[in-house]
């Protein structure tokens, strides 16, 4: 559990390594990584390939970071890249898909965070000399703003179809793919196999302190270590962040099936909740998107009648809170906070914002 006395179901990000982590932090071999010497670095990155069924790794030091490093390396500066218009790219990476890797982003809506194929044939746009040259195709898998919602292995195929049809390249923010994995219960290679490259994070769901990795073919990776230097993220002795990787990997993939359970027994509580609305379809891996509309309220009055309470919640938009279940949350925490909300909502209900 994360220090101090809050249920804290902000996000997933707010997770801490294991005493196993640790212990193989302070075991890891180390050696200069930039010099390609990190023992630690080295076994963590082909196991991440070997997972993914691609041919190599590269370790970064964020999800931000691995995006970045990705795009610069799918496309050239002036080219056009397709993307959800609610994905993590789009919204939460300060613009470096124009700033730093100078790419114009052409977001496109979708209902549940997978993007419709129709609609990424239609963004792509013939040949004219007025137009960008349209290089890339990005998903997110789980999509973090849609909710925790999954992209299936068909759907991944279609949108394949649609990018590779067309001379683009089909890239995967998988963030949280191994959430997406074990809800559907397949083996991540079936996912990851539909895109030319993708990343994922240790340090979400998989409790690791630092670190995401990008997995692609050797050619691909090889120049991506490259990019990532341009960035300032070659580092020397990351073995310290990779020894934690190793153990994510061996042994907190499994665990994220009951973070789903509590999530979806959240929501099932809560959507109960006078005022509140929960699309349960959509609460599929770790997260619960909250419609507070109905409280009538402006949502930092619940948010802080919340936190009064012990209970952190995150707002994504105005009406709309996000719950996030994750190592630590355990079921007498997801028990608490559905009474709390309960009692926030009668409250507020019964005396509005005082
Ligand atoms: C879908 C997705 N992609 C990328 C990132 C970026 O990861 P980081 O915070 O490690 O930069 C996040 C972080 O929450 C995310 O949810």
């Not at 990190?38 to 790794?57: C, F, H, I, S």
């Not at 590779?164 to 949280?176: Q, S, T, V």
Request: include cysteine; glycine fraction near 8%; aromatic fraction near 4%.
């Amino acid at each position: 559990m994360q220090a101090g006395k809050f249920v804290d179901l902000r996000s997933d990000t707010v997770t801490l390594p294991t005493e196993e982590m640790m212990e193989a932090i302070r075991h890891a071999e180390l050696g200069d990584d930039v010099y390609g010497e990190d023992p630690t670095v080295n076994r963590l990155e082909e196991m991440a390939a070997a997972k993914m069924g691609k041919e190599a790794g590269l370790l970064v030091a964020s999800g931000t970071q691995a995006n970045l490093v990705s795009l610069m390396n799918n496309a050239q500066r002036g080219e056009l890249v397709i993307l959800e218009s609610e994905s993590h790219m789009n919204w939460y990476e300060v613009g470096g898909i124009s700033s730093i890797a100078g790419l114009m982003p052409w977001p496109v809506r979708s209902q549940y965070g997978a993007l419709d194929p129709k609609d990424v044939k239609a963004a792509i746009r013939p040949e004219n000399i007025h137009f960008p040259e349209p290089a890339l195709v990005c998903v997110e898998n789980t999509h973090n703003r849609h909710g925790g919602t999954v992209v299936t292995p068909a759907q991944l195929q279609m949108i394949n179809e649609v990018a590779h049809g067309n001379g683009l390249k089909l890239y995967m923010d998988g963030a949280r793919i191994f959430n997406a994995a074990v809800a559907l219960n397949v083996d991540v290679k079936e996912l990851a196999k539909h895109v030319d490259n993708l990343m994922f994070c240790l340090s979400k769901g998989l409790c690791c302190p630092v670190g995401s990795v990008v997995v692609g073919s050797r050619e691909f990776i090889k120049k991506a270590r490259k990019v990532r230097k341009v960035l300032g993220g070659g580092m020397r002795q990351a073995g310290i962040i990779a020894a934690a990787g190793i153990v994510a990997l061996e042994k907190m993939v499994d665990r994220l099936e009951e973070d789903h359970r509590n999530a979806k027994r959240l929501a099932e509580g809560i959507s109960k909740v006078e005022g509140i609305c929960i699309d349960l379809t959509r609460v599929q891996t770790n997260m619960v998107l909250l419609d507070t509309s109905g409280l009538r309220v402006a949502d930092e009055v619940i948010l802080s009648k919340l936190k009064r309470e012990g209970i952190l919640v995150s707002k994504l938009a105005n009406n709309k809170l996000r719950m996030v279940t994750h190592m630590g949350i355990e079921k007498e925490h997801v028990e608490d906070a559905i009474d709390v909300v309960v009692r926030v909502a009668d409250d507020i209900r019964n005396h509005g914002f005082t």
